[in-house]
């Protein structure tokens, strides 16, 4: 079985079997990381090229220890976003890139959309490394295959995001991707951060915290920004961190053997407390760990597809 | 003087509920006459034979962009696509660079039109100087000058205290006040209306409320003043709603939509395109059946195009950078043939009223309606005329229309401008 598309924009128009492909090629590779040689020749002679547009260290380290241990060589592309508005257009960035004979496109990107401008524009494969508040596919991946290497299910299980969905493309990807593996879907955070109809996604919402937790076999915070209080979204951080902080004491509402979860960087104190970060339930640093087993499966299966 | 013959078309003319074949007889820049089987006369004979004759078509929402960006538009090209379109006469709007608040912009509007333009233009002129909803700008000066309205469009008057004030100036010259009802706060950052597809694509959106709030304030202030407003590109169920109840209360409002509000959804907005990003923004398929129903039952008095041309690189970016606005000179007749009057939503008759009869009575423009003694304008429509709309359909300098794509029916083939034969056969004809 192929992906079939040459791209990884979102897991919105990925089928459930595609998602099930990647999870499966995952597996293999996390069990190279327990081996002295961690690396394998699949992308030998292929060009990764990283494009951020956003500083984001985490994501980027992740992808290009992916390419790397597939053997393939790797160009960092780092851009400002202040430069995006008066500097060279994206498209004519990424047709730069093309003209390099880049394989691989991977983008980060403030604004939505743009991961889906670059693939239209350029025949390389194209990685969505999270677009705006659209999408961050590999993200969603990861975090399956963590519940599913922890759970050894996906279906049926209940899983509550807690925080700043307004402006979460983690958020957006992981409700497409658990839904579609059967899971059941709740978010919770103050009606400022709930966009609207965002029902009809499936998924039930919550203002009340301990309400979401309800038998949940998940509890994923998300990282809050911190000067969400300037945009009227919140009135203090000591407010938010009150109603929706996730603490040892919350941790008793949900399902005994939970896990938590949280896509990274974390405030600690803010939405997730120390003590539950490095808690027992916690797989927080599961998730950095199986990152780059997804992302080498991707890779890996996308130039499959060349 | 030369005349011209249009033989056997079905003329049909709102104003005198006029719809039978006839012929019309041109003389000079006028009609002289018109009425069953008249004698072959004239220099120049039209056959109109299975083809629907109209009075030309006015156009009362239009952005030339000039002056200021000629790059995305001039008086000339705007004016060629309008003929194109089988439009007539167009109202273009104040929100140039430098905007239209004085005398002398108005002038050069008139001038350059005068020069350079295909059809008629008239101008019109800003409710507070600089479109910043500040201070009042000379409407008397310019009412003299030739404007035929005032209109911030593009911007908002998001004090009520200067609406108001502004209401009760253009009523002291008898001007109409155009009004892009956007509540600022409310839309700030928004790019597409709010709802499911925002949320999905992860853009801000753009809350209907933001229309809805400012049309009820208006109206209220319309009230207030006993001032003519007339609210522009209607997109929203409550905001039919609003205009129907006034109108009832006698308040003295109307409005236009375009044709993208009774065609297109937020879904359209798909996987990005910047061609379906404008203001406001694709509402839903409610809003869609809403608008019908407000043309139907006569609420909506207008369709406009709202023409905003931008340049491929204003659209072919990121969808938050894209520029609002799309073209519509050269779609508005075909999609009101193929949207409206193909889907029965309404007749021929009224459909044309919409685009002629009913902006004249508005503008106070002696316009829209096919009398002897006044000036010919006429558009003779094909019905059956096929064409794809595709880039090189159009003939305004730019190609930011979200019905790229399409295969529509019913187009203007030949546009009578002052007497003078101005399009014929879909083919521009030099002076
Ligand atoms: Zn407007
Ligand atoms: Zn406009």
Not at chain 1, 288 to 293: H, L
């Amino acid at each position: 079985m192929k992906l079939k598309n040459k791209d990884l924009l979102g897991l919105e128009n990925l089928d459930k079997k595609e998602v099930q492909l990647i999870l499966d090629t995952a597996g293999p590779f996390k069990d190279l990381f327990t081996r002295s040689i961690k690396k394998v020749p699949a992308l030998r002679g292929r060009t990764v090229v990283l494009l951020f547009y956003e500083p984001s260290t985490r994501t980027k380290n992740s992808f290009e220890l992916a390419a790397k241990r597939l053997s393939a060589d790797t160009l960092n592309v780092s851009v400002s976003t202040s430069s995006v508005v008066k500097g060279e257009s994206l498209i004519d960035t990424v047709k730069t890139i093309e003209a390099m004979k880049a394989d691989f496109v991977i983008i980060r990107h403030g604004m939505a959309g743009a991961a889906e401008i670059v693939s239209r524009e350029i025949k390389s494969s194209v990685i969505n490394a999270g677009d705006g508040a659209h999408e961050h596919p590999t993200q969603g991946l990861l975090d399956l295959f963590t519940i599913r290497e922890k759970k050894g299910k996906i279906k049926g299980l209940k899983v509550t995001i807690i925080g700043d969905v307004l402006h979460s493309r983690v958020a957006r990807s992981n409700i497409w991707g658990l839904k579609k593996m059967g899971a059941e879907v709740r978010v919770c955070a103050p009606a400022t951060l709930i966009p609207k109809e965002i029902e009809s996604m499936g998924v039930e919402v919550f203002y009340d915290l301990n309400k979401s937790l309800k038998d949940v076999d998940v509890i994923y915070t998300l990282r809050i920004q911190l000067e969400r209080q300037k945009g009227q979204l919140l009135s203090s951080l000591r407010e938010y961190t009150e109603f929706y902080g996730i603490t040892k004491e919350r941790l008793k509402y949900a399902k005994e053997d939970c896990l938590v979860m949280h896509p990274g960087p974390m405030n600690r104190g803010v939405e997730i407390s120390g003590e539950v970060a490095d808690g027992n339930r916690s797989v927080i640093l599961e998730q950095v760990t199986n990152g780059i087993a997804i992302r080498m499966a991707v890779l890996y299966l996308l130039a499959g597809n060349k | 003087m030369k005349k011209i013959l249009i033989k056997n078309g079905r003329v049909i003319d709102p104003a005198n509920k006029t719809d039978e074949l006839l012929d019309i007889l041109i003389e000079g820049n006028k009609i002289s006459s018109f009425k069953k089987s008249l004698p072959f006369t004239a220099e120049k004979v039209i056959d109109a034979q299975g083809k629907i004759v109209v009075p030309g078509l006015i156009d009362m929402h239009v952005h030339l962009r000039e002056p200021g960006r000629e790059d995305e538009e001039t008086i000339a090209s705007g004016t060629k696509a309008a003929l194109m379109g089988g439009i007539t006469s167009v109202c273009c709007m104040a929100n140039t660079n430098p905007c239209i608040d004085n005398v002398s912009g108005v002038k050069f509007i008139l001038l350059k039109a005068k020069n350079e333009g295909l059809v008629n233009v008239f101008p019109i002129g800003s409710v507070t100087k600089e479109l910043l909803g500040r201070e009042l700008s000379p409407m008397g000066e310019m009412s003299k000058a030739g404007i035929v309205a005032v209109s911030d469009d593009g911007s908002s008057i998001m004090n009520a205290k200067i609406m108001r004030r502004a209401l009760e100036y253009a009523k002291t010259f008898s001007l109409p006040v155009i009004i892009h009802s956007e509540d600022l706060n409310l839309s700030q950052g928004g790019v597409m209306n709010e709802g499911k597809v925002s949320t999905v694509l992860g853009l801000i959106g753009i809350p209907r409320e933001a229309e809805n709030i400012m049309v009820a304030r208006d109206i209220a202030l319309a009230e207030l003043t006993g001032a003519k407003i007339h609210i522009a590109h209607v997109s929203t169920k409550e905001s039919v709603g609003l205009v129907k109840e006034a109108k009832k209360k006698g308040i003295k409002v109307t409005c236009e939509t375009c044709p993208h509000y009774f065609t297109l959804t937020e879904k359209s907005v798909g996987k990005y395109n910047t061609n379906m990003k404008m203001k406001p923004p694709l509402r839903t398929q409610n809003d869609i059946k809403a608008i019908r129903e407000g043309l139907a039952d006569g609420t909506i008095d207008c369709i406009v195009s709202d023409h905003a041309p931008h340049l491929d690189i204003e659209k072919d970016t990121e969808f938050n950078l894209a520029a609002f606005g799309v073209v519509g000179l050269e779609t508005l007749l075909p999609l009101i043939m193929v949207e409206l009057v193909e889907k029965k939503v309404l007749s021929l008759s009224e459909a044309i009223k919409k685009v002629t009869l009913n902006p004249a009575t508005i503008l106070k423009l002696k316009k829209g309606r096919i009398k002897v003694g006044e000036c010919a304008d006429l558009t003779i429509i094909d019905s059956q005329k096929e064409l794809r709309i595709d880039a090189g359909f159009f003939h305004s300098k730019c190609k930011n229309s979200p019905f790229i794509g399409r295969k529509l029916k019913g187009f203007a083939v030949t546009t009578i401008v002052k007497g003078r034969i101005a399009m014929e056969n879909r083919t521009f004809v030099s002076n």
